[in-house]
């Protein structure tokens, strides 16, 4: 079954079920636009989306004390997944602004540090390089062992290496060599 006709089978009431009902529901929405968005379905994903949407509002604040991917559900979440999907989407514009929506440090943390690759890519694509790298020296400070492990990083700082016109700065080049980017 489809994470759609899932979601869609289970749909709670958003007035009487509980939070985690409705996170996992919301969950199921987001999986259900990730689909519809790589299968360019927008109509599908856009109304996936919304219903991630409201389920993130009423959800809120609901941590899972069982399991572990699903931790939290929030409107934070939501935002961050909508950015991954429009990169996909081929949308920078969109995703900056869709990325002011997420707070700083936004949970589950791993959720938070795979959106910030999604903003550099979309910073990249509007040509700004200097955001761009911030970001991942960010993430290299805070986020180090799960950075190294990222190829969408090496890749975004490739993107970086290979768009220098002058000479690259000590900290792309130390951040290229962090990573194994030639």
């Known amino acids: 079954m489809s994470p759609q006709a899932t979601a869609e089978a289970i749909e709670p009431s958003m007035t009487r079920s509980g939070q985690d009902q409705v996170a996992v529901w919301g969950w199921l929405n987001l999986g259900a636009a990730a689909a519809a968005t790589r299968n360019n379905r927008i109509d599908v994903a856009t109304d996936a989306l919304r219903r991630a949407r409201a389920a993130g509002h009423v959800a809120a604040g609901y941590v899972s004390p069982q399991v572990a991917h699903w931790t939290s559900f929030t409107p934070a979440v939501v935002a961050m997944r909508d950015v991954e999907l429009a990169m996909v989407t081929g949308d920078a514009g969109r995703a900056l602004q869709t990325a002011r929506l997420v707070p700083s440090g ?77």
């Open 106 to 182: 936004a949970r589950p943390a791993v959720t938070y540090q795979r959106f910030q690759l999604d903003v550099v890519a979309a910073a990249l694509e509007r040509r700004r390089a200097d955001e761009a790298l911030a970001i991942l020296l960010s993430l290299r400070e805070s986020a180090s062992g799960w950075l190294r492990h990222q190829r969408y990083a090496r890749t975004l700082t490739g993107r970086l290496l290979h768009r220098r016109a002058r000479a690259v700065s000590p900290e792309l080049r130390e951040l290229a060599d962090f990573l194994d980017v030639a």
